[in-house]
């Protein structure tokens, strides 16, 4: 156990995902009351069950997180059941289509602005209030390298990952006087199903192609590899945690160089 968030309650969105269910799983082992949010029930199921079978305490709560009623309702749901939001990890996230911009289709433009933005949006202005009132908590975004550097064929992720790190630091800065803290990270690849979706994307739908996407990604990253979602995990452990008791408003990449 590297962390004590004994007593704490966290939310994670998109916690049936790979990154979500390691962290929400890691939270869980060092403590922490977590409650699941994702669109899939059956893949945040799988995060809640395994946390119950180790003994922890999670729960699932089903959202879209484009719709503002169903971030009031995880939001509820944790309050009267738990009373409190102590971490809040803002990860849900879509990759999009992979295509030039010039052929992006505006309507999937919308849709994952409305996933990647509007989600992390509402997620901060419906959890904030709890963490205001109580003059603490710790948030992380997960933004993602493609918030900090050109994205070819991925022009509304990129933009949506632009705009999660504009509101980091805007959030970071308006709720720092009441002791709450808001970051982000910026992943570079990860080893989870989106990145299986970006390959085949790449690939246009040719598997050959697509591991042959895989291996020219691996080879842009100094490190050689892609992370694991558990080396993702440990970074937002500490920025929810008291080690970083002084950060807020920042980016923090983790890209193996
Ligand atoms: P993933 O596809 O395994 O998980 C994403 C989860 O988000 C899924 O469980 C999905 O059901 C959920 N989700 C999608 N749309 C939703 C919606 N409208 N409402 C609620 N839940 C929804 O991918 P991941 O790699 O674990 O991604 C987690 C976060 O990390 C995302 O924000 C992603 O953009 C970011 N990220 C990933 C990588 C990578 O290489 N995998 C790199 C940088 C950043």
């Known amino acids: 156990q590297a962390f004590d968030f004994t007593g704490k309650v966290a939310i994670v969105t998109g916690g049936g995902g790979g990154i979500g269910r390691a962290a929400s799983i890691t939270l869980s082992e060092n403590g922490a009351k977590v409650v699941v949010v994702d669109l899939s029930e059956e893949a945040g199921m799988l995060t809640v069950n ?43 996230g879509w990759e999009g ?23 992390v949006f509402l997620g901060l202005k419906h959890v904030l209030p709890h963490m205001i009132e109580q003059k603490s908590g710790a948030v992380v975004n997960t933004a993602s390298g493609a918030g900090l550097l050109a994205t070819p064929n991925m ?43 970006i390959e085949s994307g790449f690939g246009q739908g040719d598997s050959a192609a697509a591991e042959a996407a895989r291996k020219q990604l ?3 990253t100094p490190d050689g590899r892609y992370a694991e979602p558990q080396e993702v995990a440990n970074l937002m452990m500490y920025l929810v945690s008291d ?7 920042q980016e923090l990449v983790i890209d193996g160089g």
């Open 218 to 220: 691996e080879a842009t």
């Open 155 to 197: 022009v509304a992720y990129g933009a949506s990952k632009h705009a999660v790190l504009g509101m980091t630091k805007t959030a970071g800065v308006e709720v720092a006087p009441h002791g709450v803290r808001v970051n982000a990270v910026c992943p570079g690849v990860v080893n989870t199903a989106m990145m299986r979706s």
């Open 243 to 249: 080690l970083s008791s002084h950060i807020t408003g």
């Open 97 to 119: 289509k992979i295509m030039p911009l010039i052929d992006y289709p505006a309507e999937f433009f919308d849709q994952l602005m409305s996933i990647n933005v509007r989600g």
């Open 50 to 92: 395994e946390i119950n079978e180790r003994g922890g305490e999670a729960k699932f709560v089903r959202a879209d997180v484009t719709k503002e009623d169903d971030i009031k309702n995880y939001v509820k749901k944790t309050i009267d059941c738990y009373g409190k939001i102590d971490i809040f990890l803002n990860n849900a």
